[in-house]
């Protein structure tokens, strides 16, 4: 379903290739997204090109809006409790058709599918939604995958969330059709030790139509030790923008804040607010008095200036930039007095924007010149490595539920 402006559909095409070229068949077509950021379409769509261009088959599903939509638009009652609307929700019927952005028609069919993956909604789960979990106003979103899943009788999905994710909603609503694994993983267990991300994702095998070929939860450790062993990333590894990409992206925020660019000043401090400018110094200040040195010593040193210092400090003096929260601000490099760019908040999440990445895949370069696209994927993204990992073992760890010998 909704899959990171398609990470997750893009880390398979990778893998695909891979399990492909080791002698085994292997074509997971895509047959539907769902999306209601209209902001995320067009990644789509050029991101589920560059599937096609990766695996050579063609990649065009269904591109629906709105997975509330499955449900009648009369089962969304103003203050009705998560009990009340799970009611209401899961006993009325899946909407046959939906809207759809891929196809000249207005309704499309909505398809059945044998596999599936899905990022969902994690601002209930989060000290910011303030922990709401199954109470909180997205979880119709889970009542719809579930009710989805349940219907469609799909045999294998994984939904990726936060590691506060309420798994007592999720056996609620799915029992007693699936049996659920969970698995609990950051970048550092596929090689980006310079990066702080920690997510769970959760397996849902369907009773009847699935059976369990390996411990999945071995197969992680398994997994995680080979990968963790073949590099160790440092938060300066990430630091891979050109002058050209810093000064586009000095402009645009000079531009947004009324400040005057300066073409010859490297150093970005002047385009920081007041706030900006006595938090960073604070942490400054807080990082001599920790270890006897300037921060601008240290080349993995990143600050967030939009979190204020006295009451937390989001650093990466744990040598792990700090994880991306929506609206966190400006990420600082002390060294290079300039903050971290779009593209390389995409370097830290593992996606192919440079040569050398693309190349290791192998895959084509994916394309974040152009600062706004790449600050729209930076803050929709999975971590591309993790994603992928996360489904090779689940499609190692399942297969079809084998008749009964007679």
């Known amino acids: 379903m909704c899959t990171g402006a398609a990470t997750a559909e893009m880390s398979r095409s990778v893998l695909q290739n891979h399990v492909r070229?080791?002698?085994?068949?292997?074509?997971?077509?895509?047959?539907?997204?769902?999306?209601?950021?209209?902001?995320?379409?067009?990644?789509?769509?050029?991101?589920?090109?560059?599937?096609?261009?990766?695996?050579?088959f063609p990649e065009h599903p269904h591109m629906f809006v709105d997975i509330e939509a499955l449900s009648p638009s009369n089962c969304y009652r103003p203050g009705a409790s998560y009990k009340q609307k799970k009611f209401i929700i899961m006993s009325s019927w899946l909407q046959a058709s939906s809207p759809c952005l891929s196809c000249c028609e207005p309704?499309?069919?909505?398809?059945?599918?044998?596999?599936?993956?899905?990022?969902?909604?994690?601002?209930?789960?989060?000290?910011?939604g303030l922990r709401q979990k199954?109470?909180?106003?997205?979880?119709?979103?889970?009542?719809?995958?579930?009710?989805?899943?349940?219907?469609?009788?799909?045999?294998?999905?994984?939904?990726?969330?936060t590691p506060e994710l309420d798994m007592g909603m999720m056996e609620d609503l799915h029992s007693p059709d699936y049996e659920f694994y969970q698995t609990f993983c950051e970048p550092a267990d596929v090689g980006f030790f310079g990066t702080?991300?920690?997510?769970?994702?959760?397996?849902?095998?369907?009773?009847?139509?699935?059976?369990?070929?390996?411990?999945?939860?071995?197969?992680?450790?398994?997994?995680?030790?080979?990968?963790?062993?073949?590099?160790?990333?440092?938060?300066?590894?990430?630091?891979?923008?050109?002058?050209?990409?810093?000064r586009m992206e000095a402009q645009d925020l000079c531009r947004k804040r009324g400040v005057r660019y300066q073409e010859t000043n490297r150093d970005l401090s002047y385009v920081l607010t007041k706030r900006e400018g006595d938090a960073l110094r604070e942490y400054e200040l807080e990082y001599f008095r920790r270890t006897g040195?300037?921060?601008?010593?240290?080349?993995?040193?990143?600050?967030?200036?939009?979190?204020?210092?006295s009451f937390s400090l989001t650093w990466s003096l744990n040598g792990k930039v700090p994880c991306y929260r929506k609206g966190h601000g400006l990420l600082w490099s002390p060294k290079y007095a300039r903050w971290v760019t779009a593209r390389e908040r995409l370097c830290s999440m593992?996606?192919?924007?440079?040569?050398?990445?693309?190349?290791?895949?192998?895959?084509?370069?994916?394309?974040?010149?152009?600062?706004?696209?790449?600050?729209?994927l930076a803050g929709n993204a999975m971590h591309f490595i993790n994603a992928g990992a996360q489904q090779l073992l689940g499609l190692a760890a399942f297969g079809p539920e084998c008749p009964m010998m007679i």
């Open 196 to 246: 702080s991300r920690k997510r769970t994702y959760v397996f849902g095998a369907h009773v009847e139509r699935t059976s369990v070929l390996h411990d999945p939860l071995e197969l992680h450790d398994k997994v995680r030790g080979v990968l963790s062993r073949r590099a160790q990333t440092r938060p300066r590894d990430y630091l891979i923008a050109t002058d050209l990409e810093v």
């Open 107 to 128: 309704l499309c069919r909505v398809p059945e599918a044998d596999f599936g993956i899905s990022g969902l909604p994690c601002t209930d789960m989060s000290a910011a």
């Open 21 to 56: 070229a080791s002698g085994y068949d292997m074509k997971i077509e895509t047959v539907a997204v769902w999306e209601w950021s209209e902001k995320c379409h067009p990644l789509m769509v050029n991101n589920l090109r560059w599937c096609q261009e990766v695996t050579g």
């Open 350 to 376: 593992a996606w192919p924007v440079l040569p050398a990445i693309a190349d290791s895949l192998p895959a084509p370069c994916v394309g974040a010149t152009d600062i706004k696209r790449a600050s729209d």
């Open 293 to 309: 040195e300037l921060a601008s010593h240290n080349e993995d040193l990143l600050v967030c200036l939009g979190d204020n210092p």
């Open 134 to 161: 199954r109470h909180g106003p997205t979880n119709s979103v889970y009542m719809n995958h579930a009710k989805y899943n349940k219907k469609m009788r799909t045999p294998l999905f994984i939904v990726e969330c």
